[in-house]
């Protein structure tokens, strides 16, 4: 799935994932920033979709289909629709959205609807099965976003920043911190550990502050090896990020953490992505767990 429309742009989108995660969040989104979406389209008519939208001469790198599981077939039938679209010449991106079972969960009480495929049997039988038939689709998506701790305004913001610019071409990265004590974050295609620096938490003036003010940024900044390893581990992504371009991998996820995602990583994440952006790639920062103590 390594082809893109002219300026870089994918030819032809589909968004799929785990029922509830948000796909109907994302088509929204992705029709407000004008991009043609069919919603719940069976993964053998997304061929038809593709010549349909030939004829009607609309913009190739605005097109968008949402998917999901209905059957045991669904995983396969998708692999050869994307098959099928690549060997007509059509770039593909498949973007994939998940949460946790928890709060998957959760969201379909507050609905109060069954899981598609639980059939006669419980809620999280249902996530369980369709988990499982998703995995491979997981395993080879372009993008995945993690949903489980996002609102419908949080998500859009994610479709917009990545799909909002058309004159965006080349990796697209979004560097996130976290604290290890509340999870990595799913879908972290690479991750950094900052545990190996002190931790300004035992320092009793900077424990109130986070890695955005400028006392701790100094202080995790000045601590021993800090520089050498942000040098070092710019010099790697630079690596790592031509290595995604040429396998046509357009967007990224890395994943900056400590004990509690305040300080350490807060400083580093802001530190990294700075140093992409003088690198001229396409980032955008968030801090999962600032504020959650």
């Given amino acids: 799935m390594n082809a893109t429309a002219k300026g870089g742009e994918p030819a032809f989108v589909i ?4 029922s509830g995660a948000g796909r109907s969040t994302a088509a ?4 407000d920033l004008g991009w043609f979406v069919i919603d719940n389209l069976p993964p053998g008519m997304l061929f038809s979709l593709a010549e349909e939208v030939g004829r009607a001469k609309l913009a190739a790198d605005k097109v968008a289909a949402v998917v999901d599981v209905r059957s045991l077939a669904f995983t396969s039938d998708l692999n050869v629709a994307i098959e099928e679209l690549e060997g007509r010449g059509v770039g593909v991106r498949v973007v994939f959205l ?5 709060e998957l969960v959760r969201r379909f009480e507050n609905v109060r609807r069954p899981h598609p495929l639980q059939g006669e049997g419980r809620l999280v039988d249902g996530i369980a099965r369709e ?13 995945v976003i993690d949903t489980s701790s996002l609102n419908v305004h949080e998500l859009r913001h994610k479709i917009v920043a ?8 080349g990796l697209r990265i979004n560097v996130v911190s976290f604290g290890y004590k509340y999870g990595m974050p799913v879908d972290a295609d690479l991750v950094i550990d900052c545990r190996f620096l002190p931790n300004p938490h035992w320092v009793p003036e900077l424990r109130p502050m986070n890695g955005l003010d400028a006392p701790v940024r100094d202080y995790v900044l000045n601590q021993p090896g800090a520089k050498q390893f942000l040098d070092a581990y710019e010099e790697v992504l630079g690596i790592v990020a031509a290595g995604y371009s040429r396998e046509g991998k357009g967007y990224a996820t890395l994943a900056v953490g400590c004990t509690g995602g305040k300080h350490r990583s807060v400083a580093m994440a802001e530190q990294i992505a700075g140093r992409l952006r003088d690198r001229q790639m396409e980032v955008q920062v968030s801090h999962r767990d600032v504020g959650r103590e």
């Fill in 15 to 18: 968004v799929t994932g785990m």
């Fill in 28 to 31: 929204k989104a992705l029709e």
């Fill in 98 to 102: 998940e949460a946790g079972d928890e």
């Fill in 131 to 143: 988990r499982g038939i998703l995995r491979d689709v997981r395993a080879n998506a372009d993008l």
């Fill in 162 to 169: 990545f799909f909002g610019g058309e004159d965006r071409p």
